[in-house]
Structures are given as C-alpha cells and as structure tokens.
C-alpha cells in the first residue's frame, strides 16, 4: 500500500494555465506538507499544514494555493503557470508537527511549463 | 527559507571505494535526519541522530553527529551501484527544519 500518493506524475502545460495537483496519505499523520525541487535538486518547504491548518507558508507567490480537505489530504493549486515553475513537486507528512519528526515523501509530480 | 551546502556536491567514486559528505552548521542543531534519493525517485528517510557525537551504522553506511551538535557525515564504506543517489542533510534547529543542498553520487562499475 503507498503510503504517500501524488496526482499525476507528470504534468505538462502551457504557460499561464492553471493546474492542480493531489496529494494523500494513509499513515494517519497529523502534518503534511509541499516541497519543490529545482533542476539543482534543492529541496525547499513550500507549505506545511497540520490537521488542516496552514503552520508555514513560505515566500511562495500567491499564485501556489493549498487546500486541505481533511488531514489526509493536502492539494496544490497552481494559477497562472510561469516557467519558472517548472520542478518536481513533492508532497510529504510526518507524524508530528513543526520540526519534529522525519518526512514520508510521495513520488513526486514532475511540472513542465512550456 | 535556509539552506546549508552540503560538501561535496558531485562525487564519483569507483565501485569499491569510500564515500563521505559532510553538512556543516552555524547553528546548535536539536537533531539532524539524513535522506536518499535514488534517480528519478523521491527522498527516503535513512536515519535521524539526536546526541552529540553519536555514532549509528546501517551496513555499510555510518553516520556521525560532531561533539557540538553542528555537524554530521555520512560514510559510506565500499560503494556499491546501487548507492547512486543523491544524500540530503535534514536541519533541525528546534524552529527551523531545512534541507541540505544534498550530494550527488555516481559511481563507476
């Protein structure tokens, strides 16, 4: 059973469309959260929710909108696509909130904004 | 958000050889988790080292955490190809949680 799942894998779009990507988990965990990843590979927080609250929200353009439905699920809507947002998302959740806890990642959903 | 550089950033090593890469602080750090991502695969949790000069092993792979809870290394003894991957740092400050710029290991058969 995936623990963590992702839709879609991969995502190809024109510039300036809107796009969503979904993201569950089956472990139970209270904290789930957005990452991307650029073409140097960083890793950086997007957002991190726990039991459905936004707890971070970094210097991300307003563009990038999450929406947790339940604490089972944390979506990523995407406005107005810029090239620059081509990455690979990764969605991940941790037992506990904060800083605590390591992180269970999904598989990633590769964008591509062309 | 921070980010700390990992050293090195690229390592290719033949099969057989050692492995190391260090992720150097500024900051006292509550705990340090180290992750690997394979090839078009997503981060996986290896382990998290919480006391000063703590030492774990999982096989061939040791990891450290320095006397002053500032940095760590991870070993890897003996590569093998399937250790290809990218290893990330995970920093965590007590208020803050960052990933490392991670390593990206190539090795040659």
């Known amino acids: 059973d995936t623990a963590v799942s992702q839709t879609p894998k991969y995502l190809v779009t024109q510039m300036g469309n809107d796009k969503s990507i979904k993201c569950e988990q089956n472990l139970g965990h209270d904290t789930m959260y957005w990452y991307k990843q650029d073409s140097k590979k960083f890793l950086k927080i997007m957002f991190s929710y726990n039991n459905k609250e936004l707890i971070i929200n970094e210097t991300v353009p307003n563009r990038f909108s999450p929406k947790s439905p339940d604490k089972a699920h944390l979506n990523l809507h995407i406005n107005s696509l810029e090239l620059g947002d081509s990455a690979v998302y990764f969605c991940?959740?941790?037992?506990?909130?904060?800083?605590?806890?390591?992180?269970?990642f999904g598989p990633g959903t590769r964008l591509t904004v062309l | 958000g921070q980010q700390v550089m990992q050293i090195p950033q690229y390592q290719h090593v033949q099969e057989g050889e050692d492995f190391t890469t260090y992720c150097n602080s500024s900051?006292?750090?509550?705990?340090i988790q180290w992750y690997k991502q394979r090839p078009g695969g997503h981060p996986v949790f290896l382990i998290q080292?919480?006391?000063?000069?703590e030492v774990k092993k999982q096989k061939r792979l040791t990891f450290q955490f320095g006397e002053a809870k500032k940095n760590s290394s991870l070993h890897i003894t003996a590569t093998q190809t399937t250790d290809v991957g990218t290893y990330f740092c995970?920093?965590?400050?007590?208020?803050?949680?960052?990933f490392g710029t991670g390593t990206s290991l190539t090795v040659i058969p």
């Open positions: 995970a920093l965590n400050t007590g208020n803050q949680f960052y």
């Open positions: 991940a959740s941790s037992q506990a909130s904060g800083t605590s806890g390591h992180r269970y």
């Open positions: 080292l919480v006391k000063s000069g």
């Open positions: 900051t006292t750090l509550s705990n």
